[in-house]
T-cell receptor
Framework: DGGITQSPKYLFRKEGQNVTLSCEQNLNHDAMYWYRQDPGQGLRLIYY???????QKGDIAEGYSVSREKKESFPLTVTSAQKNPTAFYLC?????????????FGPGTRLTVL | GQQLNQSPQSMFIQEGEDVSMNCTSSSIFNTWLWYKQDPGEGPVLLIALYKAGELTSNGRLTAQFGITRKDSFLNISASIPSDVGIYFCAGQLSGANSKLTFGKGITLSVRP
């Protein structure tokens, strides 16, 4: 089945530790995105990538890092510099071949910092 | 950053009722998208709109791309309990470099 997978579904980390969230897609989409969701805040863009080996900061990139070594994969690292990392993280992808940018989302990873 | 306005934050309706929600902005958008998110899951795309004035249906859902290109509307007819969730609007600005702008969402509750 084609789609976007995120793992793990739930993640716990101790303060001061880095943690990497996985995002994989088999839709052959060019672009991939990471969002953070907090209650009542909607979706806020962390990073996005339109092509392999290139990515751009979104609105809240501080304390996060990404890589795009393969078209299918866009992992997000939450570093110890992120002051308030507990949140629901969503990965999305879109096909840039059309100009409509319909983004399709994965199931999300809930990160809790203990 | 750019904002899309969705209000109220929550809506409560009776099963079988119709409900309308809108999304407004001070900027012009080229594309409007409506998503639904179930608790603990990722948003699912419901309807995509590409042209000003366009009216599109998906089952009991109907959405319209406002003629001014600054707003969009979503209507749900004959609501059922599984319509419960958060409804987000999203839009793409001209030259937005593939980024979408999201509203904060409306939480819909349906009373049986």
């Amino acid at each position: 089945d084609g789609g976007i997978t995120q793992s793990p579904k739930y993640l716990f980390r101790k303060e001061g530790q880095n943690v990497t969230l996985s995002c994989e897609q088999n839709l052959n989409h060019d672009a991939m995105y990471w969002y953070r969701q907090d209650p009542g805040q909607g979706l806020r863009l962390i990073y996005y990538s339109q092509i392999v080996n290139d990515f751009q900061k979104g609105d809240i990139a501080e304390g996060y890092s990404v890589s795009r070594e393969k078209k299918e994969s866009f992992p997000l690292t939450v570093t110890s510099a992120q002051k308030n990392p507990t949140a629901f993280y969503l990965c999305a992808s879109s096909n840039l071949a059309n100009s409509y940018n319909e983004q399709f989302f994965g199931p999300g990873t809930r990160l809790t910092v203990l | 950053g750019q904002q899309l306005n969705q209000s109220p934050q929550s809506m409560f309706i009776q099963e079988g009722e119709d409900v309308s929600m809108n999304c407004t902005s001070s900027s012009i958008f080229n594309t409007w998208l409506w998503y639904k998110q179930d608790p603990g899951e990722g948003p699912v795309l419901l309807i995509a709109l590409y042209k000003a004035g366009e009216l599109t249906s998906n089952g009991r859902l109907t959405a319209q791309f406002g003629i001014t290109r600054k707003d969009s509307f979503l209507n749900i007819s004959a609501s059922i309990p599984s319509d419960v969730g958060i409804y987000f609007c999203a839009g793409q600005l001209s030259g937005a470099n593939s980024k979408l702008t999201f509203g904060k969402g409306i939480t819909l509750s349906v009373r049986p």
